[in-house]
Nanobody, 129 residues
Framework: HVQLVESGGGSVQAGGSLTLSCSAS????????LGWVRQAPGKEREGVAA???????RYLDSVKDRLTISLDKAKNILYLQMNNLKPEDTAMYYC????????????????????????WGQGTQVTVS
């Protein structure tokens, strides 16, 4: 079965950087979408970045100049590089996966909008002060 384990969260001052990692396993498909979703206290989940098996990426508009999603296929590790962090980035960040034949920009944008990934990690906290 699919397992997603995040790491790399922590506390950082505004303007700082963090890199989140997600060790992904259990999906033996040629096509898939992976993403990062965050949820701040009292707010709904928000898709921030996604990548598909072809390497296409999509971002939430408000973060695309500061966050970079990448996938090391050899190690099955998903990354989220976060630069110039702001207090409003404070949230629990979840790694998520969708095993689908539908990849590409439209699929990624739908996943970020609907946040209906099929598999989720346990989350890692990011606090920016």
């Amino acid at each position: 079965h699919v397992q997603l384990v995040e790491s790399g969260g922590g506390s950082v001052q505004a303007g700082g950087s963090l890199t989140l990692s997600c060790s992904a396993s259990g999906y033996n498909r040629h096509t898939y979408c992976l993403g990062w979703v965050r949820q701040a206290p009292g707010k709904e989940r928000e898709g921030v970045a996604a990548i598909d098996s072809d390497g296409t990426t999509r971002y939430l508009d408000s973060v695309k100049d500061r966050l970079t999603i990448s996938l090391d296929k050899a190690k099955n590790i998903l990354y989220l590089q976060m630069n110039n962090l702001k207090p409003e980035d404070t949230a629990m960040y979840y790694c998520a996966a969708d095993l689908t034949v539908y990849v590409g920009p439209v699929a990624l944008e739908r996943l970020l909008s609907d946040v209906d990934f099929g598999y989720w990690g346990q989350g890692t906290q990011v606090t920016v002060s």
